[in-house]
């Protein structure tokens, strides 16, 4: 009893941690990835807005089309814009001496993005950025403090601007306590919300790609499980019939 009070208490104290870690106060992503239709809406966005600097070097575009159900013709047609062969891995065409000189260092790849960071996490984090004129790139985010890039989707989001609290009685500092769209992107906010949305189902699957015929397999294990344990049942009594 003791072991299992233990255990419920660890599990809440890293809870906690990857909350604090996260910063606190995360939207729920409400991703499904047993939509495929999400996932080739993500890819196609990812591609599009994020693989100019980040890349996704543990997955191929050949793997992508089976999991997502593309063609290789659709694939190499709309997703791929580095001259990469159909096999390759994902790689961003930015030159690492270009990054460094421009951001300080080389984007991360976000092969495992999502496995580290959370579904959650990911969704607050494309949502927080804001316009700030005291950062190098004229961009921050409300999540994650300080970030060295600019955000990837502001015109399909708009135009965002933080809103501040008190200033702090110590340090004369003040905290962003929310924000809001100063000037409209090219689509609705739910648009933009679905949007966000895709993207985090796509890095979710990206982090583990077998995670969609992990899921569909399961069922069939179950059966074979249940059935085989019906029939060891029946074996025992069998067995068990002249003991008695």
Excluded at 95 to 118: H, I, Q, Y
Excluded at 124 to 137: N, P, V
């Amino acid at each position: 009893m003791f072991a299992k009070f233990a255990l419920f208490v660890a599990g809440l104290l890293v809870s906690a941690a990857a909350y604090a870690a996260g910063g606190g106060g995360l939207q729920q992503s409400g991703i499904d990835l047993n939509d495929r239709g999400s996932l080739q809406r993500g890819a196609k966005l990812y591609l599009n807005y994020c693989a100019g600097c980040h890349s996704l070097k543990y997955l191929r575009y050949s793997r992508l089309a089976t999991d997502l159900g593309l063609t290789e013709d659709e694939v190499m047609e709309n997703l791929v814009f580095t001259g990469a062969k159909f096999g390759d891995h994902i790689e961003t065409a930015m030159p690492e001496a270009g990054a460094t000189n421009w951001f300080g260092k080389m984007p991360p790849d976000l092969s495992l993005v999502s496995r580290s960071r959370g579904s959650d996490w990911l969704y607050t984090y494309l949502k927080s950025f804001y316009l700030d004129e005291t950062s190098a790139l004229g961009w921050n985010n409300q999540l994650f403090p300080n970030v060295s890039m600019p955000n990837p989707l502001w015109q399909m989001q708009g135009l965002q601007h933080a809103e501040y609290g008190a200033p702090d009685a110590a340090t004369g500092e003040r905290m962003v306590t929310g924000l809001k769209i100063t000037q409209a992107g090219d689509v609705t906010p739910q648009a933009f919300d679905q949007s966000v949305r895709d993207i985090t189902a796509f890095l979710e699957y990206a982090g583990e790609p077998a995670v969609l015929k992990r899921q569909s397999i399961g069922v069939w294990v179950i059966l074979f499980l249940a059935v085989f344990t019906f029939l060891a049942l029946l074996l025992k009594r069998e067995y068990w019939r002249d003991v008695h």
